[in-house]
Every structure is written in C-alpha cells, then in structure tokens.
C-alpha cells in the first residue's frame, strides 16, 4: 500500500529520508524532535520523551502515555480537500479508552477528524469523522501490545478505510465529509499508551 520511492530533505542541519510524492501535506518523522518537515506544523511537547523505533534506533519514535503526556500541533488547516490519507508506525503497550493516534478538531464533538489505536479498549483501529454526529469505520483484527504494525487511514466524501501492514482490514461510511477548515484543538497522541512513529497525511486516496 505505501511502498514509495524516497528522497533526501535536510531541515535544521538533519537530514531526512522522505516518500517522494507530491501529495504529502505534512510528515512528522520523530528523528530527536518533533518537527513538521513537510508542512511546518511543529509539535509542542507535554512531557512525551524520545524511544526507540521498530529497528530499534534510539530517538526515532515519540514515547507517549494518557491524557496529559502528548504531542500538540498549532492551529491550521491541515486536511486541504475532501480525500486524506493518514498513515502511522505506532507500537502500543495496552488498550486504551479511545486511545487516539491523532485528532484534529475545533474542540469536543466539532470537526473532529479522529484516528484511534483503541476505540472502547478493543485495541481495534477505528477512524471518524464526527461533527455531532459520527461516522467511521473499526478493524476487524486487534492489534497486540509491545508490537510495531503500520497503519493507514483513508477518508473520502463517501467511506472510510483501515489498513493494517498494507491490507485493507475495515471500511465504513462517511456520511459527513472533511470540512476544509483551520482547527484550533489539534493532537497527537493523546490518550495513547505507546511509541508513534513517522505519521504522514497525504491530500489524495492510496490504496
């Protein structure tokens, strides 16, 4: 599903391997910081600390846990059409209450673009789009603590899709599409007891 050809970008004198493709809006490498090399989205830290990723390299993952240790991106827009692809190398270390990978919003319940880890402490990928109302699509496999497994996300005027190490494992309907927007409540991580690592959003649908 995501096999595309690299290329080499160098911000802040750290040079970076990135996919090469015109549709990426924004890329959150986690290589010692917490820096936006695609869109210049910077993260602000609440306590997360550097890990190990799933070679084991050290300070190439985010360390995140609950409520009060994660990642903040500043307000902006950052789903710029109706399509969004959200792809993530995350490793967690226990099911959470909707524990989320990211989420975008205007504050509760208000535009929110959710990707969850755990959705209801399933340790089942869910993704939605909730304005009020929500609509979203679960996995059908479970993902197992302590080990790195990527994941996608798909969001189209129509449906919702999931995929687990480049297989299609959910799908559901969106009856509420991306609202193209500037969101003011924008996270990642929160909630979430585990390591993301390398999070992308493309503005097209990869499959």
């Keep these: 599903m995501y096999m595309k050809k690299l290329i080499f970008l160098r911000s802040f004198n750290i040079l970076y391997l990135v ?3 015109l549709n990426i809006t924004h890329y959150w490498p ?3 910081d ?3 090399v695609i869109g210049g989205a910077n993260l602000t830290v609440s306590t997360p600390t550097m890990s190990n990723d799933r070679f084991n390299k050290a300070f190439e993952a985010a360390r995140t846990s ?5 990642l903040t991106a500043p307000t902006g827009i950052y789903f710029y059409s109706q399509n969004l ?6 490793k967690i270390y226990s099911c959470s209450e909707h524990g989320r990978i990211f989420d975008f919003a205007d504050g509760p319940n208000t535009n929110n673009v959710i990707f969850l880890y755990s959705f209801s402490s399933s340790c089942k990928l869910h993704a939605n789009i909730h304005d009020g109302v929500s609509q979203g699509a679960q996995s059908s496999l479970s993902l197992s603590p ?3 497994y990527h994941v996608g996300a798909t969001f189209s ?3 919702i899709r999931l995929y687990i190490n480049g297989n299609l494992d959910g799908s559901g309907s969106a009856s509420t599409p991306i ?8 996270f990642i991580g929160k909630g979430n007891y585990g390591d993301p690592g390398k999070i992308l959003f493309y503005s097209n649908l990869l499959n």
Excluded: E
Excluded at 85 to 90: D, K, M
Excluded at 179 to 186: A, D, E, M, Q, W
């Design 19 to 21: 996919p090469s493709t």
């Design 30 to 32: 986690f290589k010692n």
């Design 34 to 36: 917490f820096i936006d």
């Design 66 to 70: 609950n409520n009060s240790n994660f």
């Design 85 to 90: 692809t959200a792809t993530a190398w995350i």
């Design 146 to 148: 302590n080990q790195w």
């Design 157 to 159: 005027v129509n449906s």
């Design 179 to 186: 609202i193209v927007k500037n969101r003011t409540s924008c």
